[in-house]
């Protein structure tokens, strides 16, 4: 069946990846709008169904699996002139583990829940994404050159639960529905 134009024109605008917000509200020393503003890139873990393959009497049938997530979250930040930005995301490693110590607060003293949003052409969040119990596991230090004058940019590696599209549920059957 041939597409027409009228029906590709028909289609809202497509969504942009340059346009979005990482947020973790409540995280003790760490400045949430500051690392909001300053995040350049966010890799979301993955989430799927495992594959079941069955070869019975010559054919092949696929069954679901179990749930796949990968509780892997990276993102890149610019870093500010204060060094606010990785002080912040060390001082929250350390509510994780402290490395001098070897001690760790329990779980629900170092977690928190972020927010991720795609924002559209309007300025309006167009798909928002719930990351339950995120915590950093990685900060990889950012590169220096004499003689080079880009910003100074750095990755973090974080675990998270649970990646949760908000608004999932977009049809009710009638009789769920008062």
């Known amino acids: 069946m041939a597409v027409s134009f009228n029906e590709l024109n028909a289609l809202p ?90 001690t760790s607060l329990l779980k629900a003293g170092y977690v928190t829940d972020g927010i991720m949003k795609y924002i559209n052409t309007l300025g309006d969040s167009a798909l928002e994404i719930r990351l339950v119990n995120v915590f950093p596991v990685q900060i990889t230090y950012p590169e220096a050159s004499a003689g080079d004058s880009a910003p100074v940019e750095f990755q973090v590696t974080f675990n998270v639960d649970s990646a949760e599209v908000d608004d999932e549920v977009v049809y009710l059957p009638e009789i769920l529905v008062d």
């Open 13 to 102: 605008d497509i969504l942009g990846t340059g346009r979005h917000e990482l947020y973790f509200p409540n995280v003790p020393g760490l400045n949430s709008q500051s690392l909001m503003l300053t995040n350049t890139q966010v890799t979301l873990p993955t989430i799927g169904v495992g594959h079941i393959r069955a070869r019975l009497l010559g054919h092949s049938l696929g069954f679901r699996g179990g749930l796949s997530f990968d509780n892997t979250l990276t993102c890149s930040f610019y870093e500010l002139s204060t060094g606010d930005n990785i002080k912040g995301l060390y001082a929250w490693m350390q509510l994780v583990r402290n490395v001098s110590e070897g």
